[in-house]
């Protein structure tokens, strides 16, 4: 099985939020063969969390929340505590793209749904 370049991954994901009315902007560009993606995620509350993709040991890529438990253990917190772990993030891996959500339902524009 042959895997998506990171560009295009981002690029379908942005269309896709284009399609569906999810506000999405892609904040950083990254390498385009094989960058790191990080979403910020902004619930339009007050509520904000960064996931990663990442690959698991059976080579199966998912979303994770890393921003911590969070008050609620969701790992919802607010948006400096975002920008904080992104910034550290971004220093140990400058090839990463940045894509920036902010949905009232919290849609990931990666993980397309036909419902």
Not at 4 to 32: H, N, P, Q, T, W
Not at 59 to 77: H, K, L, P, Q
Not at 89 to 111: K, Q
């Amino acid at each position: 099985m042959t895997k998506l370049k990171s560009e295009m991954l981002v690029s379908a994901a942005m269309r896709y939020a284009a399609a569906e009315l999810i506000d999405c902007v892609l904040v950083r560009r990254g390498d385009a063969d094989a960058g790191a993606i990080f979403l910020h995620m902004d619930a339009l509350n007050g509520r904000h969390k960064l996931l990663a993709r990442s690959l698991d040991f059976d080579g199966v890529y998912s979303w994770r929340t890393i921003t911590g438990d969070g008050a609620d253990g969701t790992g919802w917190v607010d948006e400096q505590i975002v920008a904080s772990r992104l910034k550290r993030e971004l220093a140990m891996d400058p090839d990463a793209y940045v894509i920036a959500v902010a949905d009232i339902r919290v849609r990931n524009p990666f993980l397309a749904t036909s419902g």
